[in-house]
């Protein structure tokens, strides 16, 4: 009897209280893990900073004043968007970090017990989703001693919220890779080719409306864009229904295509 077979079964057995204890117990282990090896949250300490930094001080005055304003008037515009720009790239740890647990041996471990598999992805993405937020706060706290100013707390939170949201979904993506690709290193290197395009070609450094046509176009179209200006509308004023739908909608549909395929995957492989 194949892996596959076995474990299917395995999992029908299992209560649904039964599978909330075992994700408890795999976040806790992961949790502690972190706590073993703190460097492990280096990029989600410096990375908010270094990059709030470099776009509001290299880049804010230029682009600032294209929006009709200055260094501030671009804060206002740049740090709802990281918000986005956190979401999707921190989710790419969840992807690397699982390849080296199949790497390391830690999947072989995890298939000797009678735990269901669903567990084992759904403890890996809580835990990413309190990197997460973790980068979120941080980037939060820079943000305010560069001077964006927080026009609504509620807003806030409801933009942290749909992040979160949307990075929960992404996550099944590079889950998924994490399963098919051989190394941690083949996922990072397939994560940046995803990333960049979606980063760069978006709303989220730099508004649309000076990029070409065809550019524009697939900006209207990437997701991060949807997310990052309904951010903005959220913290600082402005539409939000449309954009937050729309957000919501890829968020969806995205796990919904991409949640099944990873948890197969990961059933056939352990």
């Keep these: ?28 282990r992961n949790l502690l893990w972190i706590r073993q090896d703190p460097e492990s949250m280096f990029d989600a300490l410096l990375m908010p900073i270094v990059f709030t930094l470099l776009f509001v001080y290299v880049f804010g005055g230029s682009i600032g004043q294209a929006l009709g304003g200055g ?22 740890g969840v992807g690397t970090g699982f390849s080296q647990d199949f ?25 990413e989703l ?23 707390w509620s807003g806030m939170f409801a933009a942290v919220g749909l992040a979160s949201l949307f990075a929960s979904s992404i996550m099944w993506v590079f889950l998924t890779l994490g399963v ?28 649309p409306q000076s990029m070409p046509g065809w550019l524009q176009t697939f900006t209207d179209y990437n997701p991060l864009s949807t997310l990052a200006d309904a951010a903005r509308g959220l913290m600082t004023g402005g539409p939000v ?3 937050l739908w729309i957000t919501v909608g890829w968020s969806v ?18």
């Design 1 to 28: 009897m194949s892996a596959a077979t076995a474990s299917a079964p395995a999992d029908s057995r299992i209560t649904l209280r039964g599978h909330l204890r075992h994700t408890g117990a795999l976040v806790r």
């Design 71 to 92: 260094q501030d008037r671009y804060v206002q515009y740049v740090i709802p968007g990281m918000i986005a720009m956190m979401s999707m790239t921190l989710s790419q």
């Design 103 to 127: 790497n390391s041996g830690v999947m072989d471990r995890f298939r000797s017990l009678p735990i269901g598999r669903g567990s084992v992805l759904f403890a890996k993405i809580a835990v």
């Design 130 to 152: 309190a990197r997460m937020l973790f980068a979120t706060a941080v980037l939060m706290v820079v943000s305010v001693l560069v001077g964006f100013e927080i026009t609504s």
């Design 180 to 207: 098919v690709l051989k190394n941690a290193q083949s996922v990072q290197a397939m994560g940046f080719l995803v990333l960049f395009p979606l980063q760069f070609g978006s709303s989220i450094f730099a508004p």
């Design 241 to 243: 229904a449309h954009d």
């Design 253 to 270: 549909a995205i796990t919904a295509v991409m949640a099944p395929v990873a948890i197969h995957k990961f059933r056939t492989k352990t």
